[in-house]
Each structure stands twice: as structure tokens, then as C-alpha cells.
């Protein structure tokens, strides 16, 4: 009995009957993702793949512009290096997978498999410098790492996911400090101008913040439902990890001193807030700057003679200046759309006989379903225009989106009706006590996202506890 | 008490007195690699890892024109899985990590750290493959994967290492073997076009071929010192996985079939090629193709007028046509020609106030010592002429070695006698039976490299027993 062709373009859920399911549908019929034998652990298919390579590719070019270097570690950390620092492996051991076996030998030694390189990279360092000449080190890694977590979801959480991390080491607290807000910078830039999320950029408060630093800084961005995702993180760590690993270097002043580092990574999350930021009930929307298609030709009645040459001569003369394909397969030009729609190509040039007697082609953009008719002629230029403007309007629905759900509260009463009318981001003064943190958590199930750099008074008093308010917080729910 | 500055440049081991120490010597010095506190795991650092991206990127370009797509793996397989097909786990099994605690729970089947991912892309292949609209799937990998090996060397033998694994499924047999040799041919290429090191292709012996694989196919390439360098592979898998896996579509004819599968692969490894093949015993040599940087500014008496800014000048005009960097720090110009020399940095270009007054600039060659005047109005020119020279240079030297240690022998003494005084290739003729690779092995040290796609009739009796000849084979010591 001969299998069923698979049939790519089904109906997905509808976000608004149950946005989890929609997300997993895309996921699934997007060809982004693929489930393995493995629980939690997922197969990345190609064109998920192509927008990680976007991702790296224009993450990667940002990083070294600021003088970073990459740089391949080991993926196995032995128990006692990852012991080194109390705070660190509080946070890690409980989450690691240990290898204990190697072929038929027991290990005299457990490896965890990295759940994030610290560890190594502190190491390392401590071999590598020994002058203030040797300073900064501006190291990053691309690479996998695992997280035993107990509940997963492609993207967002997963045993092992792709990710970037980088780790520098400086001469002063000051140069620490400023590399962990530049690439914080760098993140948001990237956010907003290649995937058109508008991130806030803020302090995680200290329960919040990294296992072993001393601050950690984050961009949180607001997904379709109302939810939060941390959507990039940078820590500082001061000298802690220096004086746990002992790395010191001779200053110009000829003294012994610590090292200052800090360490910040994106992953492939990344992927699911771009589904979750602008997908919609027909799939995946991606902006065109980092979507791996950006322009589908669709030819109508390609049967008909000259169509599919003219269909072809297009490709040709816009594949020099975007990233642009063919449908000419025997489906219905029907079918042709929904999956182009499925995959979130931005734009689609629709092309038939009529359009080719009158000198001209149909438009069709991914992210409001506009159409128009331009002539062949200045097709090239409406395109590249149009690509601009679809980038622009994307981040501004974002934008929009995350405005018209951002509330204000400064008593517990209002903020947790506005939360569950309509799930956002709710900004409210905090004492800094790590109760009320808890307590509005228990409450509301929201966690503080972060104190943004944008400070607001909303109030004078703490939102919870009514004490003195030390900073005002997004607050929301999260993946 | 300060640290001492750390000496940089320092006399390497020569290659002459002690291959094997000078070869360690060139991958510390040169900063490509550290060692880390894990038994065999290479720290591969930023010099090091530009030439992984280099390599990757070349290879990327010629993947793709061939229709190929990455894609990302978990790095985890259970242990049942990798049972599935039975000559591949007894070639795997015996030298995996297992691991078998995630957190702090026994896990109830063991996974083991990839090896290689052939389990992993049928397990997908069999849920993706229908019809034979589907095929060929055409994937590739970049990942680093895990052999608990008893004996390590960087880049050539590790713990973990970097790699690209290809995995394809096909409809036919033809098109399986077709695809297997098409990848042979891309690594052959890429091996002689970019590395400059060129390659024997070839077929494995049964003995020698991959765990599961109906044939393998090689290229070799011989080391300054005589022995081989297994450096790509490409394997044709025929229906066996296809079988092991029920990997099956519906072909045109409407009748279910087996898939057919390939898959090959190339590592960090080239990276050791690299250095035994064009190495000397003043550092690394790089061919510019594949080199970080291809030319080094280096400024004479650099603290005289105009000498930094004219050694600018040129930095800018030649940074739009060549990978260059200048070397302005407060060394000695003698310590900054070491550096360049030890990183084996392809061209540099001297400048002093002497050549500045003449119009002129003196280039130095790392392959040959070679050093010549020119006039700085035509420098740009002079630059990329030698580089393209240097390229073909070194592969012509390279080739020359091996053929200086290419030898026929039809008998066992003379086999034995010239591999003793010069290693290198033993062209022979052989039986086909294991019996007599596994003896002249034992005799002599060398293993069968490959049964060349130019074959010879050295003789027509096998060189061990004398029975008929079926193939002529490349015999040599390994790595």
C-alpha cells in the first residue's frame, strides 16, 4: 500500500482559540521545526535553519564591528570546574546532563554537557592573560547547549538549543560595565531594525538576574498574546568569576589585579518571538530582512504561452538585489499562495497572461494582504520599495500592539484586572523587596520583566507593600 | 609578584629532529589552539577558528550550488536508536559518551554524544519521505560531534571535534552513487583550490570502509613528512539504512520503495593538513585562499615622519581587494616579521622611510622567503598577483613532495625497504583479500589508503602473496 502524499497547507488553529496550539501548528506546517525521538530536543529543518543563519550572519557582523573574535570551547565541563563559582552551579547543577561513561569506561570524573561556558571560558582565561596588553578579550561563541528542563516547546524552551555567547574579559569595572551595556545596545538594535520587535531595554532585579553576576541586563519584548519574552540577556560579573578562577593580570601601574568579565547570548528564541511578534491565522509572517525568501513568483495559468518566460525573465533581473524564488510546480496557483503565506514570504509577484498583455504584475504583501498593480517596467524598484515599507509597518504593529497593551497600576486590585482583561506588560513601582516580587507573582503569575532605563514615577509607593518605591518595573506574564 | 609577559615568538622544534613535537609546537604558537582541563578537547582559538570559518564558508558556497540545505540535529541519540542498524553501532558503539543522569534523574535510556548522525537523519528521513516529489533530500550539518579515543592530537584525533556531516536520500541507486562521487569531487576541489593540497581519490578497501556503508570513497593527501592524511569522506549507504530505518516512498509507478543514502564529511582535521603539508620550521603557512589575513603591513623605524601614515594609506587602498592588517604595535620590526612569519601570514609588505623617499615598498613571501622591490603605484596590482602566485606555488610544492615520496613496489622487501627510508606512498598491487592488508600492515606499518580512480598495472600479481592481482592500491602510513 503506497503511503499519502503529505499535504502541506492544512488549516492551522486560529490564535485566538488557543494560541499555544497556533504556535505549535506554524511551527509544524511552516517546516521550521521537527520533532525528534528525543524528548524536548528538536529538529531545526531547513527553513528554520535559513533564518538562523540570517540571524548569525547579521548578529555575527555586529559583533565584530566591536572588535569580537569567535572562538570554539569544549562542550563537556568537568563537576569540579563548574563548581568553581557557589552562585553559578546553585543556579546550573539541577538542569545539566552528565555524561559518566566514555565507551566502556566509567569516568573517574562526571562531564556536564555545557548549559553556558562561563566556566571554560574563565579557564581559559586565566592561561591566556597575564598583561594588561593581553586586555580586553572579546570572545563569543556559536554553539549548542543543554538545559534539562522539564516542560519544553520548539524554540522557546528546549533541552539543547543554538545560541551565541559571548565573553569578554577587561582591564577595569568601568570597561566591564560599558561592554555589558553595548552589546545589550547591539541586541536591541538588532531586535528592532532586522526582526521588527520593539524590545525595552532594562535590569533584571536581583532574583531575577543570572546565576554569578552582578547585574544582568535584559530586552523583553511583548508577543501577540500579551506575553513577555526575554529576548536577550547581558551580564556583568564584575571581578566574582576572576577571583573564583583566579585570573589576574599585571596593570601599567605593575600590581596584580582581577579581571572584570561579562557574558551575554541570544538563541534560537529568537525564532519563536518572530512567530509570536507577527504570525498570523494563515502562518508565518517574517520581516524581509531576514527572511531566507523574500519575494515568491507565482505564475497564473503557466500553461499559457510566454507566462512561465516572463515568470523566469523576473526572477533573473530581481535576483541580484533580493532573495527571490519560483513556484513553477503543477499545484494550483491557490494552493501556491497558501503556502507561500504558510512560510511568511514577505511579498509575492502574482503573473498571468493578462497581467503580461497589459505590461504589468500583482503585488501581494504577506503582512496586511495589500495588493497592487505595477507595471513591469519599475517592478524592480516597487519591489525594493515595497520590501522597506513592510519591514517599517511590521515593527510598527509591533509597536503598537505592545502599546495598546502596556497598562499602568499602582494598586494590586487594578493591576490584576488589567492583566487578565488583557494580558501585557503592567508598569508599577516596587520597594526592591524580593517579597513583593514573590507576592505579585503568587497573585498575578507576573514576574518582573525589568526596570527599564526609561524610568516613569507612576507613584510614589510600591505597588504591593506600599512602602517607599525604589524603581518602577515591567511586570508581565512569560514564556 | 607580577606575571611575566608572555614571550610570543620562540623557537619551534624543528621539523626535521621531531615531526611530532614540531607539529604541537606550530599549533600552540601560531594561537590556534589551547589545550583545556578535558582529556582530548581542543580549545580552538580565535586564529584557529577564523580558518574553521573560512573553510566553512568555501565549502557552504559549494554545497549549496549543488542544491544542498543545513539543517541542525539534536546532539543526543538513544541508545535504541543507534542499535538500529546493525554493522553501525559495532563501529560507533565502543567509543561514545553516554550520558545518563539529566539534573538529578537516572534517565531510563542512555543517549549517547553524536558520533555521527546517520540514525538521527533516518529516523527524520522516515517521517519527512513519502513520495517521489520528496526526493532527493539533500542536508547538511555543522556541528561537532564526540569519539572517546585513547590517543589524541589536536585537529587530527579528539575527544570532540568540528565537522559538516552531508546526508541524502534519493529514489535510485544511480542517483545515490552519482551524489557520493559529486561530493568526493567538491572536497577534492576545495582540498586543491583552497588548501593547495593536493589529493589521491580513491575507494576504501572493505577493511576500511565506514560502518554501514556499501562503499567509501577517500581523498589522501601526504604529509611533509610522509605520511598519509585521510582528509574527506564520502560514503554510499545503497538501501541498507533505508531498510534498518523502513525509510520507503511511493514512486512514480506507484509502487513503495527504498530510499537510497549517502553521506560524507570533512572536520577540523584539514586544519592539521594545513600545517603538515605546507609548514615549515619558522611557523604555519597558510595558502592565501584560506588564510584570516593575507598580508601584514609592517612599518620600518615606524616613529620616523610619514612612515605610519603612507603605511595607512596602503592599509586602506588594499583592504577592498585583500584580507590585510598592519602591525603598528611597539615591537621590533624583527619580533613583528617572526609573528607574521609563525602565523604564516602569506605576504607582508616592509615599508621604511627609505622606501617611502623612493616610491617603493619591499613584499616578502612566507612560502619561499622571496622578497622583491616595487614601486608603490602599482603595489595594489604587484599584491594580488602574488598571491595568486603564492596559491599555485605551494600546491605545486606540495605535489611535488608527494611525488618525491611515491613509490611502485612489487614485492614485500621492496615495499618494506623504501616506506623505511622515505615514508610516503607505496603504489602495489593487491589480491583483494583481507588476509594481505592485515599482513602488510603487520610488515610494515602501513594501511591500504585507497584503491586509486587511476588505476595502474604495476604488476600483475598482488605484492603480499602473489596470487592475481585485482586493484592497484595506495599503501602508507597514517594519522
Redesign the interface.
Known sequence: ??????KFVEDITSMDVDFAKWYTDIVKKADLV?Y???RG??????YG??I??NIQQALNNMFKETGV??????????ES?LQKEKDHVEGFA????????????KLTER?C?RPTSET?FC??YK??I??Y??LPKL?NQW??V?R?EKTTRPFLRS??F?WQEGHTAHASAEDSMERTILMLNIYAKFCEEYLAIPVIKGQKTDKEKFAGAISTFTIEALMHNGYALQSGTSHNFGDGFAKAFGI???DKD???KYVHQTSWGVSTRLIGGLIMVHGDNNGLVLPPKIAPVQLMIIPIAQHKEGVLEIANQLLKSLSDCVRVKIDDSDKSPGFKFSEQEMRGIPLRIEIGPKDIENNQAVLARRDNGEKITVSLDNIKDEVIKLLDTIQNDMFNRALENREERTFSATDMDSFSKQLEEKPGFVKAMWCGDKECEDKIKELTGATSRCMPFEQEEISTTCVCCGKPAKKMVYWGKAY
Open positions: 500500500m503506497a503511503k499519502e502524499q503529505k521537527d525528534s525521538g528525543i530536543c528538536m529538529i531545526i529543518r531547513p535553519y535559513a538562523w543563519e573574535e569567535n572562538v570554539y570551547m569544549p562542550m563537556f565541563i568537568p570546574l539541577p538542569e545539566v546532563a552528565w555524561v559518566t561513561h566514555g565507551g566502556t569506561e562531564l554537557v571554560l579557564d581559559h592561561d591566556i597575564h598583561s596588553r593581553d570572545y554553539c549548542s543543554v534539562w533541552l539543547e543554538l589576574q593580570f599585571t605593575n600590581t596584580l
